[in-house]
Nanobody, 126 residues
Framework: HSQLVESGGGLVKPGGSLTLSCTDR????????VGWFRQAPGKEREGISY????????VYADSVKARFTVSRNNNWNMVYLQMSDLKPQDTAVYFC???????????????????WGLGTQVTVSS
């Protein structure tokens, strides 16, 4: 069984930084690719980043490229999303996700993932 948990969200001013964390409290993340997604009120869930199981492949959406950095520490069963130069339009609930069984074909497509955390709120406001 899996229990993905995100943490690190909060309120930050424009231009500020936050680092989100993702772990699984019941299982190892080490053998799975992990995606980061976000969903703002009234909008569809958006894929923003992906990291392969070994950390070698990383993918970013254009909206966050050069501002966000994904990483992982498999010794600690953790995946991170470092966010900098945050903008009000980054305000959303942020989720991490993994696919149990099968192959991820489109790393930023929510439909390629079948296990999700509950999310952590990020609010960017002055």
């Amino acid at each position: 069984h899996s229990q993905l948990v995100e943490s690190g969200g909060g309120l930050v001013k424009p231009g500020g930084s936050l680092t989100l964390s993702c772990t699984d409290r019941k299982d190892s993340l080490n053998y799975d690719d992990v995606g980061w997604f976000r969903q703002a009120p009234g909008k569809e869930r958006e894929g923003i980043s992906y990291i392969s199981d070994d950390g070698e492949k990383k993918v970013y959406a254009d909206s966050v490229k050069a501002r966000f950095t994904v990483s992982r520490n498999n010794n600690w069963n953790m995946v991170y999303l470092q966010m900098s130069d945050l903008k009000p339009q980054d305000t959303a609930v942020y989720f991490c996700a993994r696919r149990r069984d099968g192959t991820i074909v489109n790393p930023l497509s929510p439909s390629d993932y079948n296990t999700w955390g509950l999310g952590t709120q990020v609010t960017v406001s002055s």
